[in-house]
């Protein structure tokens, strides 16, 4: 097997985190986890560290104070990087992604992919908890990225992931700035402008029962900002300058 790391950012899921930790140990122990806590609170970053004294294989990165989900992943990126880890897995600690998923992803890589999503908008995929309009409307943003940066993709937005390390080496992260939904976007976009293979697996994304979303209407305007951009730039800019991202 190659060698795994799951990279979880948490803010105040000291309800979840570690359920979501004993979950994961269960369904790939021979992966290991970082988790990236921005000074939470509620204690979430001990509570992880207890979880890690006992089961071992579980890694607690302290930040100084709430900086966003992109930062966090980035700063679990370099981390993981650094360390020579294979695999590097992405996925959120308050449990809406299934760690049962974990291998499927993880096989993904290792057959080839750089870039394996786990995806609602696929055969298989579902998010049975969302209300018509809401599952509709992130369909539709998802459709729209997929078109304005001409990504062969379903589900962009979607945070349960695993990446290639040497893909993801190649990428500039001083570079990537977005956050939340805009991040997911750009990573995908960042391995698609590299030739990176990617694929989805499908998933069911679980609506969080525990604990408050930390997703605003700030982050899906910055996304939609963001995705215009890099397909008007895309289509009548620099394409030299473009490809760059």
């Known amino acids: 097997m190659l060698r795994c790391l799951i990279v979880l950012p948490t803010y105040d899921e000291a309800a979840n985190v570690a359920a979501v930790l004993q979950r994961i140990r269960a369904a790939a122990p021979a992966a290991e986890v970082l988790v990236v806590d921005d000074a939470s609170p509620d204690g979430t970053a001990a509570m992880a560290e207890a979880v890690a004294a006992e089961s071992g294989h579980i890694e607690v990165l302290r930040r100084p104070g709430k900086a966003g989900l992109g930062s966090a992943y980035r700063d679990g990126f370099r981390w993981a990087l650094d360390r020579g880890y294979e695999v590097i897995i992405e996925m959120d600690a308050d449990m809406s992604h299934d760690p049962s998923d974990l291998p499927r992803l993880i096989a993904s890589v290792e057959d080839g992919a750089d870039l394996a999503i786990g995806a609602r908008y696929v055969p298989g995929g579902s998010i049975p908890e969302w209300s018509w309009h809401r599952r509709l409307l992130s369909r539709q943003g998802n459709r729209y990225a997929a078109w304005a940066l001409r990504l062969p993709i379903s ?50 994304f679980s609506e969080r029962t525990r604990g408050r979303s930390k997703m605003s209407s700030r982050i899906v305007i910055e996304a939609l900002v963001l995705v215009t951009w890099w397909g008007v730039r895309d289509r009548f800019g620099d394409r030299g300058q473009a490809d760059q991202r």
């Open 155 to 204: 589900d962009a937005t979607s945070g349960f992931r695993a990446y290639r390390a040497s893909t993801l080496d190649k990428i500039d992260l001083t570079t990537v700035r977005a956050d939340g939904y805009g991040f997911q976007v750009e990573m995908a976009y960042q391995v698609a402008g590299q030739g990176g293979v990617i694929v989805e697996v499908p998933i069911r």
